[in-house]
Structure formats: C-alpha cells, structure tokens
C-alpha cells in the first residue's frame, strides 16, 4: 500500500472551539524518525481539557493525542532497529506532526515498541501515556521516591512494604499497580468502584477498598492492611479530595505522586513532618525523562510478551477519528470505567 501525501486529521480549530475531520499533509521521516500508520489511536482526559479550558496549545489549528498503535510505513535515516511493516506502539506529542489523532504520525525511533502478536492495536494503543506516566512517577520523578525499576538486572521484587495506588481502575493506575506487583512491593492497596476489583487484582492489587469511603475510613482500613502509614502513595486521580484524603496515609518523610496541580490544604501541609507532595510529569520525550524512556520502550515488548504487563480493556468507539469528541465527552462525563477508549483512524470516512 502505499503512503498518501493528503491525510485525514482531527483538528481542534481554535482555543476553546471545536474540532473538525479535516485534511493535512502526511509528514516525511527525517533522520532518526519513523512514519507510522496509526492503526488505533488512544484519548486520555488532557486532551478535552485542553479545548475546554484552553491549555497548552498556541497556534491552531492544532492536531492533539498522544497514544497510538499502528505499522511503520516510511523510515528516516539512521534508523538500523526499524522497517516497513513493523507493528509498533509508541507515545506521540502534540500539536501536529508527533501527535495521534491523524491517519499517520511521525515519531522518534527510540521511542516505539514492538507490538506482540498476542495484543490488538487497541489494546496496544491503551499503554503508552499510562505506562511513562506510572513508571516516571515510581522510578523517575525528581522528588519522587525514584525506586530501581524492575527491568533493571536484579531489581525484580527489589521492594518489600506497602504500595498505595489510589484509583487503580483509571488508565493510569492500573499500570502503576502492574508495576508496583513487578516491583515487589506488598500489600498493594488501591481504591476504586469494588466492581472492578477482580480486574485489579489480576493488575497486582492485594487489596481493593471502595473509592467512595470517607478519608478517615480509608486511612483506618489502610493502616491495619499496611500495619500503620505508607512512605508512598501514587494518586493516578488527584483530585483536591483524594490527595487530602492521600496525604493522610502518609508516614513521616513520605511522598505523595499527584497527576494534577497539587492540592492539599494548607493547614495539613503546615503539619506535614516531611510529607511531600510530588507532581508527576509523565511525558517520556520531556529532556530529563528520555534516557529513562529510552531503556523503557527497548523493555516493553518482552514485559507484554510475558504478561508482566498486561493491557486495559478497550472501549472502542466508532467512526474513526470523527468518533474521538464522542469519546473526550465520555471521559469529561465520568463514563468510562476501567478502560482505555479508542478510536480506529483509518475508519475515518
Ligand atoms: N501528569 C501527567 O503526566 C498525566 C499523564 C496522564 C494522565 N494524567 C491525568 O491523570 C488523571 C487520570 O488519567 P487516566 O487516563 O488514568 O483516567 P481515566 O482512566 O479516564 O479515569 C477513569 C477512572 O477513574 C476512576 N476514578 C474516578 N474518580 C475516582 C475516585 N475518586 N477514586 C478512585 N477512582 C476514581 C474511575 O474508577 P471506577 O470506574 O472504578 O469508579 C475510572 O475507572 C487525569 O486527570 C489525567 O488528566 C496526568
């Protein structure tokens, strides 16, 4: 098949407009890059945020999403490891080019993973952001409590002691669960609606409390699971009332992994005995996370093909990338549990 010069692309118009299908140029690899065709494209709540609230982006129209799957099918110089017709996973960045919601992106070759036989584009589409999210927070942050990870030689259940992940069943916490299991770390405490918790536990989870318990019953219930306060809590939610809830759980010197703007009072953070609150910046191609990224994406084929990774369930929503403000509506409206919802770019009409 070959490559088009004229793609479809989903297109926010304007700060705070709307989104359209439209056309744009297909990029061409330069050095170190690869062109992939996305075959399945991931949504993840920045991105209706960013067109409700006006974020990030400063000329439009701009092309959003950051997580995709799909087949090389053009490879720029200096590029040994790739060919045409792999199947690759990879994060991409928005606006434009390196972003996902498009028939086809560019990406950096260190960056894309094998996609293993036994996983669909969507289901690959589901990892990326998620996984460099969680592994950053655990293994990588400046702040952070920067444990080895587990694909470094030797460091597999390198940890001992409680994990606690509140929201395992978002995207991103089920990842921070899968790898906190890899790591070793015991129990792993999470939160969440209790419909979802056997899919946790098959994510690592030993014990899986209501996300609607009251901050001081998660706290009584943490403690006797944990035998008193944590050193670490990863809040894949961070919402003002689960990181108060979060900071709580916290022994001295302990370190709270926030995904949004932190948010703990005031007043619980002039008593904080060393606690901290730690804002995870998960993009794998910010400068100080690359070589971390790097030594990542060359792991994660052999931690999917083995199942020490596992994918989320797909939602998949139809029409192509028409389909995706259908999807950022679902995500913006708390529809979605326990997914990853994808769109399939090339259905687009
Ligand atoms: N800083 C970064 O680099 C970075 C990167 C990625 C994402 N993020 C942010 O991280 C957040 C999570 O993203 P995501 O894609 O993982 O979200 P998501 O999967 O869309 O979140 C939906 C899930 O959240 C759970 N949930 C909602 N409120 C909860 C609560 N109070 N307690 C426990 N669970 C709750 C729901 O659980 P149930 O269905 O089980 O009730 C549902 O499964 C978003 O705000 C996103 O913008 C930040």
Excluded at 4 to 31: E, H, I, Y
């Amino acid at each position: 098949m070959s490559t088009p010069t004229q793609q479809n692309a989903l297109l926010l118009l304007a700060k705070q407009g709307d989104f359209a299908v439209q056309t744009r140029p297909v990029p061409s690899p330069g050095p170190g890059e690869l062109l992939v065709r996305n075959e399945a494209s991931g949504l993840n709540p920045v991105d209706w945020k960013i067109q409700a609230y006006g974020l990030f982006i400063k000329d439009y129209p701009a092309v959003l999403g950051t997580d995709a799957a799909g087949v090389i099918v053009a490879v720029g110089e200096g590029v040994p490891t790739w060919k045409v017709g792999d199947k690759v996973l990879y994060e991409g960045r928005r606006p434009n080019d390196r972003a996902t919601f498009q028939k086809y992106a560019l990406v950096d070759a260190d960056f894309v993973s094998q996609i293993p036989d036994t996983l669909t584009f969507e289901q690959a589409a589901s990892i990326p952001l998620a996984l460099t999210t969680a592994a950053v927070g655990l293994y990588n942050q400046a702040g952070g409590p920067r444990f080895t990870p587990p694909w470094v030689e030797g460091s597999r259940f390198k940890y001992a002691g409680p994990m606690v992940v509140i929201g395992g069943s978002s995207v991103v916490g089920s990842l921070a669960l899968q790898l906190s299991r890899l790591s070793g770390f015991s129990p792993i405490i999470t939160t969440a609606s209790l419909k979802n918790a056997e899919l946790l536990t098959g994510f690592g989870a030993t014990h899986v409390l209501d996300r609607n318990l009251s901050a001081s019953a998660l706290r009584e219930q943490v403690f006797e699971l944990a035998g008193g306060a944590v050193p670490v809590v990863y809040d894949a939610i961070s919402l003002p009332d689960t990181q108060n809830a979060a900071f709580d759980l916290l022994g001295k010197d302990g370190k709270l992994l926030t995904l949004l703007a932190p948010a703990v009072d005031e007043d619980k953070q002039k008593n904080a005995n060393g606690r901290t609150v730690v804002s995870v910046a998960g993009h794998i191609l910010r400068p100080e996370n690359q070589d971390f990224g790097r030594v990542l994406f060359s792991k994660l084929t052999g931690l999917l093909k083995n199942g020490d990774l596992k994918p989320l369930h797909v939602d998949i929503i139809p029409g192509g990338l028409a389909g995706i403000p259908i999807g950022l509506d679902k995500l913006k409206n708390n529809q979605v549990s326990a997914s990853k919802v994808v769109v399939q770019p090339q259905e687009t009409a």
